[in-house]
């Protein structure tokens, strides 16, 4: 019987030790997801910044080449009117970086939804972590309780004359101690 007990808790052991395993498994791997977001995030912002730097430069130069190219196409520079400043590209501009701003606050709110999620996520993942060490405590009680139970219905068979409990609901004595 001790045997029969013994492998018992030695399988529960190994199926909770097993359970770890894979549970530690299953933090890493989203460790692992987590810094790989996080990383091809960075290199989205620096892929973007990269994109705007090239576009300043290449609007730099577009400009430096349209002035110059009015130099010499004007005779003299005496001549020349006044330059105002061109409305469409002041127009451009402001129409450019409005829609920076708005990809701005896009791309905030989409980070805060991310976090939201992240912590919703570890929320659930807690609120589950928790769940199982209850179902864990109660099995394991459960199993306290039985064996308890079973040692007591050994220990009462073993003593002389028994464990008679005249309540009605068992009697070591009578060979079946389960009956109600």
Do not use: C
Not at 87 to 108: C, F, H, I, M, V
Not at 118 to 125: F, M, V
Not at 131 to 148: D, G, K, P, S
């Amino acid at each position: 019987m001790q045997s029969k007990y013994q492998r018992k808790l030695k399988r529960e052991e190994s199926v909770r030790i097993k359970k770890e395993a894979e549970e530690a498994q299953i933090q890493k791997m989203k460790a692992i997801q987590r810094e790989k977001s996080n990383k091809l995030e960075e290199k989205k912002r620096f892929q973007e910044n990269l994109r705007r730097e090239a576009f300043r430069e290449h609007h730099q130069y577009k400009t430096a080449e349209f002035l110059s190219r009015l130099d010499t196409e004007l005779p003299d520079r005496s001549t020349r009117p006044v330059a105002f400043p061109d409305p469409q590209s002041s127009t451009w501009a402001r129409s450019r970086a409005y829609k920076d701003s708005l990809k701005e606050e896009e791309n905030k709110k989409l980070q805060k939804m991310k976090e939201e999620q992240h912590q919703k996520s570890e929320l659930l993942e807690f609120n589950q972590q928790q769940q199982e060490e209850a179902r864990t405590r109660i099995h394991q009680a459960e199993h306290r309780r039985v064996n308890n139970v079973f040692l007591d219905r050994l220990q009462g068979k073993s003593q002389p004359g028994g464990l008679e409990h005249f309540g009605g609901h068992w009697n070591m004595n009578s060979g079946n101690s389960w009956d109600v």
